[in-house]
T-cell receptor, first 113, second 111 residues
Framework: KAGVTQTPRYLIKTRGQQVTLSCSPISGHRSVSWYQQTPGQGLQFLFEYFSETQRNKGNFPGRFSGRQFSNSRSEMNVSTLELGDSALYLCASSLVGAALEQYFGPGTRLTVT | GQQLNQSPQSMFIQEGEDVSMNCTSSSIFNTWLWYKQEPGEGPVLLIALYKAGELTSNGRLTAQFGITRKDSFLNISASIPSDVGIYFC???????????FGQGTRLTINP
């Protein structure tokens, strides 16, 4: 069974731009969670989607948003990029919810210049 | 804020040595997960624990869900070079529906 895939793997953007990241969960998994990983803050939870609905949200500004499609694929969008948004963005999928085992994708390395 | 305290932050050991790391919290957890992350990759799930006192092994790895439900440990026996990486504990606090992560333990092995 294929694992979680994320595209693109690497991205360079400039301040003020916006970016969209994509995540395809493991087949059959309905929950997708997004995390931001930085050396200083570690892994921080962004939000979780289940059946196309945002079910949980972390403490990030409204510039960070996401959505989930009927096939469980998810996208994350960051608007008005700031230098501090440079990070590894990880997507994780699980069968029915973030309260169970989550399987991570390889991440998208975003660099904001 | 950070709700999981993972220690040690880093370890430098000789190949063949055993390794032990742990996570503690003031909160009660329903689930403990242990992940390993290598450079440029996402975390890989190693072990999942769901019951207080549960002891689970995965090859040379052994993890336990603390009796108080506020801690967990991971042991690696007879370390080998491919064990190098960052190990994260993660847990689901009772009543919550999201994972919280420890800060990670960076393991370095001298051959």
């Amino acid at each position: 069974k294929a694992g979680v895939t994320q595209t693109p793997r690497y991205l360079i953007k400039t301040r003020g731009q916006q970016v969209t990241l994509s995540c395809s969960p493991i087949s059959g998994h309905r929950s997708v969670s997004w995390y931001q990983q930085t050396p200083g803050q570690g892994l921080q939870f962004l939000f979780e989607y289940f059946s196309e609905t945002q079910r949980n949200k972390g403490n990030f500004p409204g510039r960070f948003s996401g959505r989930q499609f009927s096939n469980s694929r998810s996208e994350m969008n960051v608007s008005t990029l700031e230098l501090g948004d440079s990070a590894l963005y990880l997507c994780a999928s699980s069968l029915v919810g973030a309260a169970l085992e989550q399987y991570f994708g390889p991440g998208t390395r975003l660099t904001v210049t | 804020g950070q709700q999981l305290n993972q220690s040690p932050q880093s370890m430098f050991i000789q190949e063949g040595e055993d390794v032990s790391m742990n996570c503690t919290s003031s909160s009660i957890f329903n689930t403990w997960l242990w992940y390993k992350q290598e450079p440029g990759e996402g975390p890989v799930l190693l072990i999942a624990l769901y019951k207080a006192g549960e002891l689970t092994s995965n090859g040379r790895l052994t993890a336990q869900f603390g009796i108080t439900r506020k801690d967990s440990f991971l042991n690696i026996s007879a370390s080998i070079p491919s064990d190098v990486g960052i190990y994260f504990c993660a847990g689901i606090i009772q009543g919550a529906q999201k994972l919280v992560f420890g800060q990670g333990t960076r393991l370095t092995i001298n051959p």
